[in-house]
């Protein structure tokens, strides 16, 4: 049995990190543990956004409108590999039912408020953390093919202005006022200010491990393999044998979580998004704001590192092999779509988003071991609400009324 804590951390991604930090300024004991180190999965490789306008669930109406054309194109913006099509049927099923309108509308209400909450929380987390030059304000541009596919999209435009999401619609010269190079092609555009990015994802999660270590608290790696609960606290295993013990445990593993979670008898039906990108030298393009191709479902961001180009949805799984097809496929359009774009000297990744079928986390307490919280399953958003997400976790950690209702996050909510 190694040292105690007040709380294991279990996941060195954003989330497990920022919350391991809101613990620590609540003058709580914190060790995080994870089976690679601090940013080794998808809190590396996205595409840096903290997209606080991103309020409709990708489970809606307008996604399976759209799916079938997607799904009939392997390498198009949504796929799913025929090797895994049968175990994710139940899942399916799920997000089908959460298209329903009166669901979408729950589903929308409830990310609104969380990003309402990570947006608020976000800027005193940079300052307490010290990444607050990291912070870059220079909003999204969304592009469209044409007048039919933008009065598509005017229904969730509709939905934003009423949560108070500022935004405007522009015309092909109204683009070129903000981003010079597009195709012709895009004829129409939606310009959101309010949507912020940060200049390099993997830095800035490797800062946090920093920022944590110097007051004082641990990272360790370690696979964790179960959870117990005992008397007076829950007692972390390990593959390598080793365990460690804490008054509470906060489980943000990731799209590993859910496996550990079935150790305490949890089960959620936690999926992998598994995306792709391909990170050029800076010098790749002139790009002054990240711009979204939504009709083929990826965006191109400029980080301090690179221009990223990344996105699209590979419902896979954690175990087949990696399909850089698919970061070929969106390349290739991006020069399309970007005529002056240099390709050369890219880098590819694949990395697991992990998902829930309604498109919202799973954040609270665990019904068997009310000891361990949960806080995964964010989807395309982790680095988007991981301020307020670590808000949520350290006020259930000290027994504080949650600043939002998280009924709605529930992780028993599909039992």
């Known amino acids: 049995m190694t040292g105690e804590a007040d709380v294991i951390v279990i996941g060195a991604g ?17 060790t995080v543990l994870d089976r690679e180190g601090p940013a080794a999965g998808a809190s590396a490789g996205n595409a840096g956004a903290f997209a606080f306008t991103d309020i409709l669930p990708l489970a809606s109406p307008g996604i399976l409108r759209q799916a079938p054309k997607w799904l009939l194109d392997p390498l198009g913006p949504l796929t799913v590999p025929p090797a895994y099509a049968l175990r994710i049927a139940p899942w399916l099923f799920r997000f089908w039912r959460a298209c329903a309108p009166g669901r979408v509308a729950r589903s ?64 092909a010269a109204g683009m070129a006022d903000i981003q010079l190079g597009l195709a012709p092609r895009f ?10 990015s940060i200049a ?15 007051k004082g608290g641990a990272i360790e790696r370690a696979e964790v393999m179960a959870l117990r609960p005992v008397e007076d606290g829950v007692e972390v295993l390990a593959t390598d044998g080793t365990a460690r013990r804490a008054a509470q445990v906060v489980l943000a593993a990731g799209a590993f979580s859910h496996r550990i979670a079935r150790t305490i008898g949890e089960r959620i039906p936690l999926e992998t998004e598994r995306g792709y990108n391909t990170t050029l030298p800076f010098d790749a393009f002139d790009l002054r704001t990240q711009v979204t191709f939504g009709g083929h479902g990826f965006v191109v961001t400029r980080l301090s590192t690179g221009i990223r180009v990344g996105g699209a949805v590979e419902l896979g799984g954690l175990e087949l092999p990696p399909n850089f097809r698919r970061a070929e496929a969106m390349l290739k359009k991006a020069k399309a779509f970007l005529p002056g774009l240099k390709c050369e000297g890219g880098v590819q990744w694949m990395g697991f988003r992990p998902s829930l079928p309604d498109s919202l986390p799973a954040i609270g307490r665990a019904r068997a071991a009310p000891r361990v919280i949960h806080a995964f399953g964010h989807g395309h958003l982790g680095l988007t609400q991981s301020a307020g997400t670590a808000r949520i976790v350290a006020d259930l950690l000290t027994d504080a009324t949650p600043a939002i209702d998280i009924a709605s996050f529930s992780p028993q909510r599909f039992s």
Do not use: C
């Not at 954003?14 to 914190?30: D, N, T, Y």
């Not at 010290?130 to 220079?138: F, I, N, S, V």
């Open 14 to 30: 954003v989330i497990g990190l920022s919350a391991a930090i809101a613990a620590q300024a609540r003058g709580l004991s914190v």
């Open 108 to 171: 929308t209400a409830a990310q609104t408020a969380l990003m309402d909450i990570s947006k608020a929380e976000l800027e005193p987390f940079l300052k307490q953390t010290g990444t607050m030059p990291m912070l870059r304000k220079e909003g999204n541009l969304q592009v469209y093919e044409g007048e039919a596919e933008f009065k598509a999209s005017l229904a969730g435009w509709k939905a934003r202005a009423e949560h108070g999401i500022a935004f405007r619609h522009l015309d």
């Open 187 to 196: 004829t129409h555009g939606t310009f959101t200010p309010g949507w912020y």
């Open 200 to 214: 390099d994802p993997k830095l800035y999660t490797l800062a946090l491990a920093d920022h944590l270590r110097a």
